[in-house]
């Protein structure tokens, strides 16, 4: 099917223990999970797409797994796993891949029925098929333990296979081991992350890699659910050629029955609201919006000759349409009023949540936000030296997140996104700091910039290789906010517009700071004259090495202009 040969390892025949690595243990988050309030299907352990429902499968049986030496003389490896425990009337629909970096095992594969299925005929087939046979696609060398075949399901006409088969022997799968689902009930998918990647033993520098998938249309608008299997391709392969041979869900069920209901949604904050810490130096803290208007905040009109004071619930800002550069929101004129409402009020201080369906309503995005009345300069690293900076990287208005991704078969926590100035990640819920005894993840914001990140240290954005950039300090104080108490749901709009009422301010589309440009050409040059000579770089080569924000941007927007409002996280 992809007009090539199958592919071997082509690795250095060393022993190699295959008992030296452990199998992955299961994770399970700290804390028991709580009954959750009654709703319709969240939380159910079922999801219904509209002609099929499918069940979120966390149970695994072996199927095959193989180990080879690393560069560094160290196994690495990887397993597959079908499905295990499937209830009657269900179907595997694809296998499961896990590296084995020491990592526990965290993952899953969807299952599935057909529902609202009567009459089968020429113009209403039905939604799973069974693969007319299978081509082999690759298979490994035997002194690597047993073979292993990867095997793709070829689906009848006008069907999609959704994941690969693995086996170790030759003979091609039981064409009922999985099935294939009908075109128009998936959607196109993408690679997501690299599980593996490995050489061809042609000697030509084939590769044959592994990679998860995921919808190509994320975000809340998305319908397109992932399955959780795997694709292959090898480099002879295009990305396009390897992409069509396999796909995700579509959720047709435009009630997004699995999502949470309201009462559910203020049980899934209350019991996994983060806790974030901010650092021991900082000198500005969050504060709530509200407190922000009543103590002093100015809007401000390009045609204005002075700044407006702000209704205390943002009634009187200009609301809806979209960031013209027209107003834009400032500090008072007078120092002191000024300088008070830099340093934040903490005790307002509260997270602004947004609840919202992602991967086609199969998982909840709770994405929590939090305000501060002014961003502080940064602290530059060059080498071994840093230099706190008196004016670079200040402005006026901070908003930054993180966001919970939550499971709707379950209301586990799968991942959370820390955002990181521009960008950020996502983080495994297995590999998140939380606080004893609960489920609730530490989040720690940085000195004077806000950013979030899952662990205390010394984060540098910027080039790590060279070791310069900006200093993003993190560490645990008496600082913090307890989300899962102080937070304002501010939207949810699956839920339906009545439901939660959206705050006046959140609809104001324009900048929250004035846009602030720095003669950082002039800055760094101050900086050069006192660094010792073996770190003296050029200023041109030492400007390309820090992060262009670094020189000024505009005035930071609200929540509902931000690109993840809608959309996916940006990483």
């Given amino acids: 099917m992809f007009g090539c040969d199958c592919f071997y390892w082509n690795q250095q025949q060393q022993s190699v223990d295959f008992g030296s690595l452990p199998e992955p243990q299961p994770f399970s988050l700290p804390a028991p999970l709580p009954r959750w309030p009654q709703g319709r299907g969240f939380g159910t352990g079922r999801m219904n797409l509209g002609e099929l429902e499918v069940i979120q499968v966390t149970k695994f049986e072996s199927a095959w797994r193989c180990i080879q030496l690393g560069g560094g003389k160290t196994p690495l490896g990887v397993s597959f796993y079908k499905p295990a425990g499937i209830p009657d ?8 891949c896990h590296p084995d970096d020491e990592q526990p095992l965290r993952g899953y594969v969807l299952v599935a029925r057909e529902i609202n299925h009567t009459q089968v005929s020429s113009l209403n087939p039905p939604p799973l098929r069974k693969p007319i046979n ?3 696609i690759w298979s490994t060398g035997s002194h690597y333990g047993d073979n292993g075949y990867f095997w793709l399901p070829n689906p009848p006409t006008g069907y999609k296979a959704m994941g690969i088969v693995v086996t170790h022997d030759s003979d091609q799968p039981d064409i009922d081991e999985v099935r294939c689902v009908r075109a128009d009930l998936t959607e196109h998918c993408e690679t ?11 000697g030509s520098n084939q ?16 319908k397109g659910v992932s399955v959780g299997t795997f694709y292959c391709r090898s480099s002879i392969m295009s990305s396009e050629e390897a992409l069509m041979s396999v796909a995700c869900l579509k959720n047709l069920d435009t009630s997004l029955t699995a999502m949470p209901n309201l009462n559910q949604v203020h049980s899934l904050i209350q019991h996994y609201g983060p806790i974030m810490y901010f650092h021991p130096d900082e000198d500005y803290l969050p504060s709530s919006v509200q407190w922000f208007f009543k103590n002093g905040a100015l809007l401000y009109k390009d045609d204005w000759k002075k700044g407006q004071p702000i209704n205390y619930m943002g009634s009187n800002l200009p609301s809806g349409g979209e960031n013209d550069g027209g107003y834009w929101i400032d500090l008072p004129i007078d120092d002191g009023e000024s300088s008070s409402l830099k340093r934040g009020n903490l005790e ?3 997270l602004y949540v947004h609840v919202k369906p992602a ?21 530059l690293k060059i080498g071994l030296v840093s230099i706190p900076m008196s004016r670079l990287g200040q402005h006026v208005g901070d908003w930054e997140h993180v966001t919970l991704r939550i499971s709707n078969f379950t209301g586990e926590l799968w991942q959370v996104f820390y955002s990181e100035h521009s960008g950020g990640r996502w983080v495994d819920a297995s590999e998140v700091e939380f606080i004893k005894g609960s489920n609730k993840p530490i989040v720690y914001s940085s000195k004077h910039g806000h950013a979030s990140f899952p662990h205390e240290g010394m984060f540098l954005q910027g080039s790590t290789k060279f070791g310069i950039g900006v200093r993003n300090d993190t560490a645990r104080s008496d600082y913090f906010i307890d989300s899962s108490v102080k937070y304002q749901l501010i939207a949810a709009e699956y839920l339906g517009g009545e439901v939660v009422e959206e705050p006046c301010w959140l609809q104001y589309m324009r900048e ?3 846009t602030v440009v720095y003669d950082s050409r002039s800055e760094i040059d101050k900086i050069i004259n006192i660094l010792p000579f073996f770190v003296r770089f050029s200023v041109e080569n030492l400007i390309e090495l820090f992060p262009t924000e670094l020189y000024g941007e505009e005035g930071p927007t609200g929540p509902k202009e931000k690109d993840n409002w809608v959309g996916d996280e940006i990483c």
Avoid: R
């Fill in 89 to 96: 009337g269900f179907h595997s629909l694809g296998y499961y």
């Fill in 134 to 136: 299978y081509s082999l």
């Fill in 192 to 202: 997501g992350d690299l599980v593996f990647s490995m050489d061809s033993k042609s």
């Fill in 207 to 222: 590769q044959f890699q592994i990679w998860t998938t995921k919808p190509c249309e994320m975000g809340m608008l998305g």
């Fill in 348 to 350: 307002s201080a509260e």
């Fill in 359 to 379: 991967l086609g309503g199969s998982f909840t995005d709770v994405a929590m936000g939090v305000f501060c009345p002014f961003n502080g300069p940064v602290t």
């Fill in 512 to 514: 929250w700071g004035p």
